[in-house]
């Protein structure tokens, strides 16, 4: 039952993703196609000393890992979007007006905190802009996963950049 509304929930996203493509001005998204600049934060400017502050609760051992990774391709639905091997080449992907992040891009782990990812994962993404009504990524921590379970997902997508 919960899965399925969660299933509900991206085909909205969709739904608003492709409205906001065609509506919105270009210039909101970034560069055509491939991901977008991960050096503009995505968590806005009077919440982000907070949200970097934020420390997983647990290391990221090779069971939390294995934990997260099941998560990423099974009741997390990150896959559809992100792709199989987290390199934001999702079938859901191409539907969408902003790509979903590449894992395995070193240069991600070295701008982005472990708190500030925990945060889009609770609040979404309004992309680089911070105006996009709907970027694909809505809030997933709250919704259907726990905060326990967001914090062993996103340290799976750490390890993908090679770096935690
Ligand atoms: C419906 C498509 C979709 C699904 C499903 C999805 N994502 Fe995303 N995700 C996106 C898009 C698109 C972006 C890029 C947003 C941006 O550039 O601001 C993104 C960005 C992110 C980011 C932020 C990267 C940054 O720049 O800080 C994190 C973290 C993330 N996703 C984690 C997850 C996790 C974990 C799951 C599964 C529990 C998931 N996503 C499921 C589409 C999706």
Not at 61 to 72: D, V, Y
């Amino acid at each position: 039952m919960k899965r399925r509304s969660w299933s509900l929930v991206i085909g909205m996203g969709l739904l608003v993703c492709s409205t906001a493509a065609q509506a919105a001005d270009p210039s909101g998204y970034g560069q055509a196609g491939g991901e977008f600049d991960i050096k503009i934060p995505r968590v806005p400017a009077a919440e982000l000393s907070a949200a970097k502050a934020e420390k997983p609760p647990f290391a990221p051992t090779p069971e939390i890992l294995a934990e997260g990774k099941a998560i990423f391709l099974g009741r997390g639905t990150c896959f559809q979007c992100h792709g199989p091997e987290g390199k934001g080449d999702g079938g859901a992907a191409k539907v969408l007006p902003i790509q979903p992040r590449d894992f395995t891009n070193p240069k991600f782990n070295k701008v982005r905190t472990p708190g500030e990812m925990m945060w889009v994962l609770k609040n979404g993404s309004l992309g680089q802009s911070g105006k996009v009504p709907g970027t694909g990524m809505l809030p997933i921590v709250g919704q259907f996963l726990s905060v326990e379970d967001g914090w062993k997902v996103l340290l799976y997508e750490r390890s993908l950049g090679g770096s935690r």
